[in-house]
């Protein structure tokens, strides 16, 4: 087989992966009533937690790539759900944060804590040297799609 065929049968399973963690998330979304873009604020506000990124509207519609409107709208909607509040900047009282509550946290924790927990313990049988390849790879995927350079061709 060649490396063509290879590289093929990757992107497969890169996709497989893709579609199967999809419809996982679709079953949370659905099970506590968020769009699809609120599932993906959520998960951008709590990874710039983890990043210690200050999370501002601004921010949020960068990485949504969403204008402000829809952002607002969104805001509004996790906001009134309660999954997410706005807090002045102390620094700059102009400026509105985004901090996304401890019961939303648990929530995905309850939800996704079994999945992660077990794709962390399945990944035991890897040794550091094939994870840091993987890790390679995966970020090299990752920056392929968000790159987006093959739109233009």
Partial sequence: MGDQDAGMQMVHLLRAITVELDLFGAAFAGEHGLHPTDLRALISLLDA?????????????????????????????????????????????????????????AMGQAFFG????????????????ELATVRRFLLA???????GSFRNT
């Fill in 49 to 105: 937690h983890r990043a210690g990124i200050t999370a501002t509207p601004g921010w949020l519609g960068g990485q949504l790539g969403l204008n402000s409107a829809s952002v607002t709208a969104l805001i509004d909607r996790l906001e009134s759900a309660g999954h997410i509040r706005r807090v002045r900047d102390t620094a700059d009282r102009r400026r509105v944060l985004l901090v996304v509550e401890p019961s939303a946290m």
């Fill in 114 to 129: 079994p999945l992660m927990t077990q794709m962390v313990a399945s990944m035991r049988q890897f040794d550091a040297a």
């Fill in 141 to 147: 995927m990752n920056q392929v799609v968000t790159d």
